[in-house]
Every structure is written in structure tokens, then in C-alpha cells.
């Protein structure tokens, strides 16, 4: 069983100074976003320069992620260039007001610079459904007890590679029992116009055997839900609810998905994608604007009405000769 949440949000300005930021954006109501740059660092102990969280200790898992994970690779690609962005000098910003500690870590600076590539971000939380909003609340460290999380798991990657299936299995405290779910972020290539990427949150364990012969979850069709067509946001996300009646456990979830822009030229929100991939944009490039309807004749109603209004002036013409 599913049910599913979608919201967006608007960026005004490509690439935002840090001034304009807060009146710019508030990404804080998409699912996946509410983790503040206050909450990244005020655990910045629990972190490396560019936000990964460090490893903790046994029963965690290597370079668990969260949403402040999301600034890693714009901070990576930063100190390649020479620029003096990391984890420390962001923090240090927050401390001294020149940064909105408040802002959400979607509507950071560093995610807008040039060719900041477009990133893709799961996150799947038992215990928790759409209906409870949005929530910064487990993170970071997430533990795990025989395999099972007890904690929000969070995957964050690079819109190049789009997770397939990824089966999680996590603690519902709420009930007080273990659960599984397949997730799975499908490629552009399924987007529906009008309704945007489409996502899945099986319940219990998808497994098709050898992929190469029986489908995916993303090929069979039966989405979750969608993310948002693509236009001029930043940060596009939905939320899927799910519960896990495989093993009678009745385990429950949500997972959330969320699209981050960038800033790169074939980005989400990029002309190249858009050209490339219209079916997940709000509107192609170019699409004629749609006729209003409802009143307006069509040309063959207006032909019909042509002939019967010259053929009553001729009958007219006839019985006055």
C-alpha cells in the first residue's frame, strides 16, 4: 500500500549570493530539504570537510549518509579549483551571521556554482508517513541491529547513476517491528509528461531474479508516485508511504525523493535536458501554446455553419423570385 506527496520550490536568481539567499529560496518545505546548514553544523564533529559523515564506530555504516551529504560534491569540486569551501569555513560563516544558519542545505550557495551537476538524493524512514511533514530529525547516524536500520537511511549520488533497486530494511518503532522495502529512482527515460520521474517504493523485497531476462521495477510500470516535472526550482521532491505486509510484520514508512537542479548545463533544469528529455520538463522548449477551448468553434463546426448560412440566403433569394 502507497500514498504520495509531492512539492517543489522556487529558486529566483541561478546563482544566488549568500545575501540574497534567504529571500531567494525556501526549500525547506521539500521532502528531503529540511535539514537546515545550522543542523549540519552543529554535529560538524560527526562529519569530514565536505559534510560525509565520518565513520562512527561498529554497527554503523561506512560513510553513512544524510542531507548535508548533498554539499559534498560541490565543496569536492570547490578544492579542486583552489577555492577554500568546506565544512569548516560554511560553519564558520554560520557562526559569524554572514550565513543564514536557518536556510535549508538545498538552498546553499555551493550547490548553484557552474557546472554544479544535478543530484539525486532517497531517503527511507520506518516509522514515519507523508502526513508527519517534513522532518530533520535521526540524522546523522544511523544505527544498524542484524542489518536492520534503526534510523532514516539516505542515499545521495549524482543524476548520472540512477538507482535501479535498492533494498532497505529498517525498524518501525511504532510498531515494534522489522521491515523491508525495494527503492527505486527511475532514469528520465520513464518520465510521464505532466506528471514528472517516476519512483517506486515497493513493500517487502522486489526481487526478479536475473534482471537481464524478468523486468525491473522501473520497466514494469507500477509507480509509487512521481517527482515533480522539472521547471525553475531547485529542489523538487515527493514523498511515498508504504507498508511492508510481506511478512506479516505490518511494518510502515514513507521514502522520500528528492531532485537537486545544479547548475550545469545539461542539469534538470538546463535547455539540454530539456531539449533531450521533454517529458520531464513542465514544458518543452518551443511547445505551442494550447488553444482555449470550450466556446470557440472548431474549423469544421465553423465550415458547417458557413454552408448552412449560404444555403438558407439562396433558398431565401429563390422564393422571393
Known amino acids: 500500500a502507497v500514498s504520495v ?111 554544479q551537476d544535478s543530484q539525486t538524493m532517497w531517503i527511507v524512514e520506518f516509522g514515519k508517513s507523508c502526513a508527519d511533514g517534513p522532518s530533520c530529525e535521526g540524522f546523522p547516524g544511523t544505527f544498524y541491529t542484524h542489518n536492520y536500520a534503526k534510523g532514516p537511511v539516505a542515499v545521495v549520488q549524482d543524476a548520472e547513476f540512477w538507482t535501479v533497486k535498492s533494498v532497505v530494511k529498517g525498524f518501525d518503532a511504532t510498531t515494534g517491528t522489522n521491515g523491508t522495502v525495494t527503492v527505486a529512482s527511475c532514469d528520465p527515460d520513464y518520465c510521464v509528461p505532466g506528471l514528472g520521474r517516476p519512483v517506486v517504493a ?6 526478479p531474479g536475473d534482471e537481464g531476462q524478468l523486468p525491473t521495477l522501473c520497466e514494469v510500470g507500477n509507480f509509487s508516485g512521481y517527482v515533480p516535472p522539472y521547471d525553475d526550482a531547485n529542489a ?41 528529455l521533454p517529458d520531464c520538463v513542465a514544458k518543452a522548449p518551443g511547445a505551442p501554446t494550447p488553444q482555449p477551448t470550450g466556446h470557440k468553434k472548431s474549423d469544421g463546426a465553423a465550415s458547417t455553419t458557413a454552408a448552412v448560412a449560404l444555403f438558407l440566403c439562396l433558398l431565401v433569394a429563390l422564393l422571393a423570385y
Open 202 to 207: 515497493y513493500p517487502g523485497e522486489y526481487d
Open 5 to 115: 506527496v509531492a512539492v517543489r520550490t522556487t529558486l529566483g536568481e541561478e546563482t544566488p549570493s549568500v545575501a540574497l539567499l534567504a529571500a531567494a529560496s525556501d526549500s525547506s518545505d521539500v521532502f528531503g530539504c529540511e535539514c537546515p546548514i545550522q543542523h549540519c553544523c552543529d554535529n560538524k564533529d560527526l562529519y569530514d570537510y565536505a559534510f560525509l559523515p565520518k565513520d562512527l564506530s561498529e554497527g554503523y555504516p561506512d560513510q553513512a549518509q544524510d542531507p548535508c551529504t548533498i554539499l559534498a560534491q560541490p565543496i569536492i569540486n570547490l578544492g579542486g579549483r583552489g577555492q577554500d569551501f568546506n565544512s569548516t569555513t560554511i560553519c564558520a560563516e554560520v557562526d559569524a551571521g554572514t550565513r543564514d544558519g536557518e536556510s535549508s542545505v538545498c538552498d546553499q550557495p555551493e550547490m548553484f556554482i557552474k557546472n
Open 236 to 276: 523538487y521532491g515527493t514523498c511515498v508511504d508504504f507498508t511492508d505486509l510481506s511478512d506479516g510484520t505490518g511494518a510502515k514508512g514513507r521514502v522520500l525523493f528528492t531532485d537537486l537542479a545544479g547548475n550545469a548545463y545539461d542539469s534538470f533544469n538546463g535547455e539540454a535536458f530539456a531539449d533531450s
